[in-house]
């Protein structure tokens, strides 16, 4: 079944009957319990391309999504639709206005980021955008892999017009949050709310572009609000992980309207960049150091990204608490591995070593199959090959069974997820990094 994300009577009863049918068999899955709390209140809102939509009251919303979707979306495999995703939004109330939104972290600001030589002039376009809304360059365009400091850049612009101009409507949100408003507010018929909400605007940030990849309907509706603001003279400013030349599945009119504005790359920070900003997290933490080459130890450990070299802080931090040991060059060697270059770490290697961990072959590896063994090994190897690579998201696909962007990235974001909640989970990824990185043992 492929259901229009805008259903009529008949393919709103064809995707309710689905939906009953896929409640059947999340039920005979998991105790009765479990599912008269997480997954009854659940509804279905609509479809759009492989990903089914569905709504949830607030309370339960960020629960079921990071427990249940992956189960979710096994029962839709087996039901034989062309579903594969799934995707939540927050319930609607009977206006059709959504109550989710995207928080604004009120860190993000132009004070807080750390400029180097790999951000200088995404950084600038950015303040300039602020500063002159619609007036210096419109639509500005950030694109660079995750961590590297796009998101806050564009919470810096929302939060800068927020403290300097606040007669500007300002909106930031991110593309699958567009999404979901959008699904929810044609499933309440509140498309004009939405619309309203969307076109009336002087600024409009929209973070993570790339998600509205194989959603026709969500892609038209942007290319519409796109157009009706850039036509009104209202500023855009958007990020992807990927030039727009390279959002190979979205539609060609809408490529082209990304570049017409200031395309900028955000790059991976240099030694002296990743220094300054274990410098800054430091200080804020109030930490002593123990020795004077203890960051600089650090920083050459970590190469990929600013939010990985958190991280990593963040551990040695909390080793040296939980062993009352200061923050020395001792300890971040003994905590963290050290960073091997792109080049130093194949593919081939890390699914080797995953597949050997997770006593399954490459071939189940890298294949269709959704039993929780194989599944759960692919999505580890997708993450530590997004981690010790320098692969785009498709290219990681293309090695994974030939899976798409959307794909890579919705695993991503569940192995990311199951890691922060589950201990054993983490502590076997992290020992397939030290093995990846240190193949010999030594």
């Known amino acids: ?27 005979a899955s998991v105790p009765d319990s479990t599912f008269k709390l997480w997954l009854e209140p659940l509804k279905a809102a609509g479809t759009d391309g492989d990903t089914l939509y569905l709504t949830a009251p607030e309370s339960i919303r960020a629960w079921a ?7 979710i979306a ?42 180097g030589p790999s951000n200088r002039l995404a950084h600038g376009a950015a303040l300039a955008v602020a500063e002159a809304p619609s007036e210096a360059y419109n639509p500005l365009f950030l694109h660079g ?13 929302a939060n800068y017009l927020g403290d300097n101009a606040p007669g500007l409507s300002v909106r930031y949100t991110t593309a699958e949050s567009f999404t979901n408003e959008f699904v929810a507010a044609l499933r309440s018929a509140g498309n004009e709310a939405f619309k309203a909400r969307y076109r009336d605007i002087d600024v409009l940030l929209i973070d993570d572009v790339q998600f509205l990849e194989g959603k026709p309907h969500t892609e038209e509706e942007f290319f519409h609000t796109f157009n009706v603001l850039y036509e009104s003279g209202s500023q855009l400013v958007l990020s992807a992980d990927r030039i727009p030349s390279e959002l190979s599945t979205l539609a ?7 570049e017409w504005g200031l395309t900028v790359a955000v790059e991976p920070p240099n030694l002296a960049t990743r220094l300054t900003v ?7 933490s109030g930490v002593e150091i123990a020795d004077s080459g203890a960051l600089a130890e650090l920083a050459n450990r970590i190469d990929a990204n600013v939010r990985q070299l958190h991280g990593a802080l963040t551990r040695v931090l909390a080793h040296a608490s939980l062993m009352a040991r200061p923050l020395s060059s001792e300890l971040i060697a003994e905590v963290i591995p050290r960073a091997r270059s792109a080049q130093a770490t194949s593919v081939e290697e890390i699914q080797q070593q995953v597949a050997e961990r997770f006593g399954i072959s490459r071939a189940e590896l890298v294949g269709s199959s959704r039993a929780a063994t194989p599944l759960r090994a692919r999505q580890v190897a997708i993450l530590l090959t997004r981690e010790l690579t320098d692969l785009s998201l498709p290219q990681i696909g293309r090695l994974y069974g030939g899976r798409d962007h959307s794909t890579v990235l919705n695993s991503l974001r569940r192995i990311e997820a199951a890691v922060d909640d589950d201990s054993d989970l983490a502590g076997r990824v992290q020992e397939l990094r030290d093995a990846i990185h240190n193949p010999t043992g030594n």
């Open 1 to 27: 079944m492929v259901a229009s994300q805008v259903p009529d009577d008949s393919s709103r009863q064809e995707l309710d009957a689905l939906w009953r049918a896929t409640q059947d068999r999340l039920q």
């Open 65 to 71: 999504e990071r427990r249940y979707a992956s189960l």
């Open 74 to 115: 096994e029962a839709l495999a087996d039901s034989g639709t062309p579903l594969r995703r799934v995707s939540f939004g927050a319930a609607t109330g009977g206006d059709g206005e959504t109550t989710s939104s995207v928080e604004l972290n009120p860190n993000y600001t132009f004070d807080r980021f750390v400029i």
């Open 145 to 157: 892999p995750p961590g590297l400091g796009k998101t806050h850049l564009l919470a810096a612009i």
């Open 252 to 258: 060609s009119r809408l490529r082209d309207r990304f």
């Open 278 to 284: 274990l410098r800054h997290l430091v200080r804020e």
